[in-house]
């Protein structure tokens, strides 16, 4: 299979995934967080994922490793906070968390270390499974 037909399957499950969370969402009625507000964090986390993975993927370039899979997951993580909020939001999400891992690892990608520990497990959560995340936000006190 080649890259485009494999990325349009992985868009097309995460927008099923997407629509499953809205209308999760839009059903339930009694969470400590509103509906809004936990589609509103989940976008930001989808979009300080795609940070992380644009960031982790430029640390790979940088040590000529191949980086194409690290860059796949930032895209779609950035179509992902799109889905649910905008092109404009994301992008101005994006560009502060950018700025916040650049600053945790003082510019520095031999500390990405940080980074994975940090970021790893729930950017993975976030892509696989984002209605675990959604009913993280929803249950959030």
């Known amino acids: 299979?080649?890259?485009?037909?494999?990325?349009?399957?992985?868009i097309g499950e995460i927008m099923k995934k997407l629509l499953?969370?809205?209308?999760?969402?839009?059903?339930?009625?009694?969470?400590a967080y509103s509906s809004e507000r936990a589609?509103?964090?989940?976008?930001?986390d989808y979009a300080t994922c795609?940070?992380?993975?644009?960031?982790?993927?430029?640390g790979l370039e940088a040590s000529d490793s191949d980086s194409s899979q690290l860059t796949r997951m930032g895209i779609l993580a950035f179509e992902g906070a799109v889905m649910l909020s905008n092109k404009k939001v994301t992008k101005s999400r994006v560009k502060l968390s950018y700025q916040q891992l650049v600053e945790e690892t003082g510019s520095?990608?031999?500390n990405s270390a940080i980074l994975i520990e940090k970021y790893g497990l729930i950017c993975k959560s976030v892509l696989e499974n984002p209605e675990t995340r959604l009913n993280y936000w929803l249950n959030k006190k």
Do not use: D, E, G, Q
């Open 1 to 10: 299979m080649n890259f485009a037909r494999k990325a349009i399957i992985i």
């Open 39 to 44: 589609i509103a964090n989940l976008s930001s």
């Open 20 to 31: 499953t969370i809205c209308l999760c969402t839009f059903s339930v009625l009694s969470h």
């Open 50 to 58: 795609a940070a992380y993975y644009l960031f982790m993927a430029k």
């Open 108 to 110: 520095n990608f031999s």
